[in-house]
């Protein structure tokens, strides 16, 4: 039996800085988390991840992502996304400076 179709958001890097963006529901790439759409239909979801894809010039590595709705936006139901969204762990500075 399939497996039911959970929220998602689709994330992806930004192609020159390589932060963490995310997809909005004005199709813009943001690095907030709480101003991505939280996808809940299967299909709109795998839509916009081919759009994403095709973006080739902006970002890199678009993928769907699962979330839940949370009172501020999308919420990770993973540590890998939210491990992801505060950056690079290896050394302090820049967003892992203001976690």
């Not at 907030?32 to 080739?56: F, H, I, K, Y």
């Not at 540590?79 to 976690?99: D, I, L, M, T, W």
Request: hydrophobic share 35%; aromatic share 8%.
């Amino acid at each position: 039996m399939p497996k039911a179709f959970t929220p998602k958001v689709v994330t992806a890097n930004a192609l020159l800085e390589g932060d963490v963006v995310y997809l909005t529901n004005e199709d813009r790439w943001t690095r907030d988390l709480s101003e991505a759409v939280l996808l809940t239909d299967e299909g709109d979801a795998d839509l916009r991840l081919l759009q994403a894809e095709a973006q080739t010039g902006t970002v890199v590595g678009a993928y769907l992502a699962d979330m839940r709705a949370g009172p501020n936006g999308p919420e990770p139901t993973h540590f890998r996304e939210a491990f992801r969204r505060k950056g690079p762990s290896n050394y302090a500075h820049g967003k892992q400076e203001h976690v």
